[in-house]
């Protein structure tokens, strides 16, 4: 028996059921593009024929290195043979190069939520599996409930895995689907399953209802499972699946696991978490374990001074491992030091009094509302500016934007939009209007149509993302009103991305500005000389 | 000895060392008898002489029921007597009931941080906590970085805990400082430890930085222990302290546990959780265990469907006792029984061809990009349509929006947003024009004065959140062009809250469709007459 350990990304499917979670074929691409590059081994896709954006996924699956991808769905229905059920059919013949099949494996389910003969559901499983095994070549069976169901009726769990082990499942799946089942518990029963199916075949499916599902997830580990489930951000419904992103370091530092994660890819994993919230267009949150901004941030001036004379006094592991950094948090220090690293990540070196200039000025912008992690270009320009590196290329003296609904020649209503800007570039003044399907877009038609000429090096730039958040008054009273900040991110032809932000009580205001700086960054990295 | 499990919280101490965390006195009062009145048995209020704050907190402490006020300070200084200890003198001349004093139990720290010899680090916790015991009756030492100590140098942390035992201290507390110990070692290494002190006199306080600080908690008290720290919702610095949100209900409910919190104060603990995200103006997590808003959500068809019959189908307990509740989440994964128990919920009864149609409605508006989940007025509105129950309160025949940045009177930039709105309502037309801070703003302000003479009921709802999102084409190729989706949450004078959403490729136009939703949704409610 091998003692390789199997990862298995369940993001795209049992992360897609979390509630406000909407994928595109486009986010799912991309996601499962990068499981592939940081050496998932198994990444599940969705359920073909459950809905069109899994259908057009499956369809034309993305290439990928050395990831198998899994097709999900459910064993044959009751009563019908699995090769002429026209569930099974979609997942059977779709371009996946594994078909993991779910099934029960708690009585209490088959009686009260199939209502079916419990012979009957293990001839489903095994019927099911043979069948997936003979088409793909390689099966899977999730055992839905088999915790619940192992406390409830050990006999016929154990009959419902058996089935599907003895039909050739490579893995059967051991999930604890309610998610209420503690580690110690899970450990024990791991242990007895692997007197009957061995623990080389065997997986571990876990949910944080109780917090625990990286506790359960190790715990079957150390029992003996060889494959892990779980996804990234521990995305899931309800109370959400097992984080890769803390089992994976776990695994691989503290408990020497061999799997395909290897040490070096590790540094990958922080960037990885931040892409599912980018794609999801969510708030990272910053106490995540191992890959949260704050998981490595010192706060209390005595940790603060032990850190400095050797990090593991405060910190147990070193932040670079997982591709994350120290943080140090003391009023004027640790805006310093942050802003340093920053600064030392973009290749900008910054001296006195510069430096004490770009802090005043970083704070004084955080104060307005301004964010600069994941607006690095702003931020970039805001240290270039500070050294009088970046010129003003333009000027927008004023702009009108006109959104108008009304009646079409042929009596239909249409909403459309109309931008008017006045740019001095080059000393002279150019007045274009432009039309857009919305306020952004007809804006950033009419500048660049403005700017073209001095600036042919825009014309290559497109904005591919949008994002607006309105930041609530301060509870205190302190602050003024409401202010929006938006989020805008550009790429040029060469596939170069980068996001830029703009601040205002106006969100077409906050999106001019966040414009502008798209357009001075793609100048300043070209080269353009001001106007 | 007692089988008593107590808990400690410190919410008000570590978990105020959180980034962005800072309580005022009132927060302390308020949050401390909440943990009181839920049955905590310890409450750490702070560190007297530490800040201004929890020295006022802990001059005028609130009356508390049966919890113990806690102090929390550091061990004396190396080369001074506890007596003569400036930083001492505070924690035991404070008005808490109990002192709890940190101090070091790893070799590495004492030689790195300190750098002092290591008796004199045994002999500065004897003294103190002796002193400690004799001044407040009720000592407690904190062994910091017990785990990591014990693995380096198992005689020294045995030494240092042995220590504060002999002195007098009624717990010594097992310190995962640094948050890297697993759950199995956690066990082990507190068992080992249960062979020098009483597992009576042993408590845990674990942090969250491989995602296992409540299992870890869980590891130590089935190896003994008979104090758990934590915070609520594991509030904390890095990646937080365990969390007493998932700690308790598992505590009681799963391993049957006795301690201060009995099984019917459970059920205020969803209030607890909320209660500290509205005292820090956080958002809460829905996908907290047991007590998140999305903890007992559903969405899945299958899954909703099982839970129809039998919530324990996929429930791992009943949400009310721990004072939640379960909620339908309508989506285009689900079908038809999502639809169905969503209608349940909002308490419409919808019999065929209506379902059917209502069905097919919701699938055309998810292809276009609407998203219901997180959007249930939208969502009641369309089906309560589909019964021609909702009449069209008026119709918004035109509307012009002008965003323009302009110089001012004195000379500064300054972007207005104008909206020009004609609507016609009880068979009349009516023109407005408003100003606002963004585009979204004047239009909604433009559309009440319109309104407000018939609906009365609009005047007083207000926006109170607006979310975008942009929707990229499929990658296929099978949609058009990008689209938006806008989504607005309202509020009304009584407090009550709805959403709506709009989708459109134009910002603007899907944004007056979330309003119509909006405006639609409160005179539905009101009972208002159609025009």
């Not at 209490?108 to 499983?125: G, K, S, T, W, Y």
């Not at 274009?432 to 804006?443: T, Y």
Request: aromatic share 6%; hydrophobic share 40%; net charge negative.
């Amino acid at each position: 028996m091998s003692d390789r350990l199997y990862l298995f990304d369940t993001t795209l499917r049992d992360g897609a059921q979390t509630q406000g979670v909407d994928f595109s074929v486009a986010d799912k691409e991309a996601i499962a593009s990068a499981l592939d590059m940081i050496g998932i081994d198994y990444i599940e896709g969705g359920w073909p024929g459950a809905n069109p954006t899994d259908d057009a996924f499956f369809q034309k699956p993305p290439r990928l290195a050395s990831a198998t991808l899994v097709a999900f769905g459910m064993t044959r229905r009751p009563g019908r043979s699995a090769e002429n059920d026209p569930g099974l059919a979609p997942i059977l013949s779709s371009k996946a190069g594994a078909a993991c099949l779910v099934g029960k494996s708690w009585d209490f389910h088959v009686d009260v939520a199939l209502e079916i003969e419990r012979e009957e559901n293990v001839a489903m499983i095994r019927d099911s599996i043979a069948l997936a095994k003979e088409r793909k070549g390689l099966a899977m069976y999730d055992a839905e409930h088999f915790f619940d169901g192992f406390k409830a009726n050990k006999a016929f769990a154990l009959d419902c895995v058996t089935a599907a082990y003895e039909a050739g499942a490579r893995w059967i799946v051991l999930c604890d689907t309610n998610g209420g089942t503690l580690p110690d518990e899970i450990e024990r029963i791991v242990a007895e399953v692997t007197a009957h199916v061995p623990g080389s075949h065997l997986g571990i499916h876990a949910h944080n209802d109780t917090e625990n599902a990286v506790a359960n997830s190790l715990a079957a580990v150390r029992a003996g499972v060889r494959q892990v489930q779980g996804t990234i951000n521990g995305l899931g419904e309800r109370c959400g699946n097992a984080n890769i992103m803390a089992l994976i370091p776990s695994l691989v530092l503290k408990m020497g696991m061999d799997c395909g994660v290897s040490k070096d890819r590790l540094k990958d994993l922080t960037g990885l978490s931040r892409l599912l919230d980018e794609r999801l267009n969510r708030q990272p949150n910053r106490h995540q374990a191992y890959v949260g901004d704050a998981a490595f941030a010192h706060k209390g001036g005595l940790h603060v001074s032990a850190v400095a004379k050797d990090p593991r006094t405060y910190e147990h592991i070193d932040p670079a491992l997982v591709g994350n950094r120290r943080h140090i948090v003391v009023s004027d220090q640790a805006g310093r030091s942050n802003v340093v690293a920053m600064l030392n990540e973009i290749g900008v070196e910054l001296e006195e009094p510069a430096l004490r200039r770009l802090l005043e000025r970083v704070k004084e912008q955080e104060f307005k509302g301004y964010a600069y992690d994941g607006a690095e270009a702003s931020f970039e320009l805001l240290a270039r500016r500070t050294l009088g590196e970046v010129p003003d290329y333009f000027d927008l003296i004023r702009f009108r934007v006109i959104d108008e609904r009304r009646r079409n020649a042929i009596g239909n209503l249409v909403t459309e939009s109309e931008a008017t800007v006045m740019v001095e570039v080059a000393g002279e003044q150019a007045m274009r209007v432009a039309n857009g399907n919305g306020p952004v877009n007809a804006l950033d038609t009419a500048l660049r149509d403005a700017l073209k000429g001095r600036y042919p090096d825009l014309e290559a730039m497109h904005l591919i993302d949008y994002k607006v958040r309105i930041m609530p008054p301060a509870a205190d009273g302190t602050g003024t009103d409401a202010v929006t900040r938006v989020t805008i991110e550009s790429r040029d032809e060469a596939g170069a991305r980068w996001t830029t932000v703009g601040v205002s009580a106006n969100i077409i205001d906050a999106s001019v500005m966040a414009l502008y700086d798209a357009y001075a960054y793609r100048l300043f990295r070209a080269g353009a000389r001001g106007a």
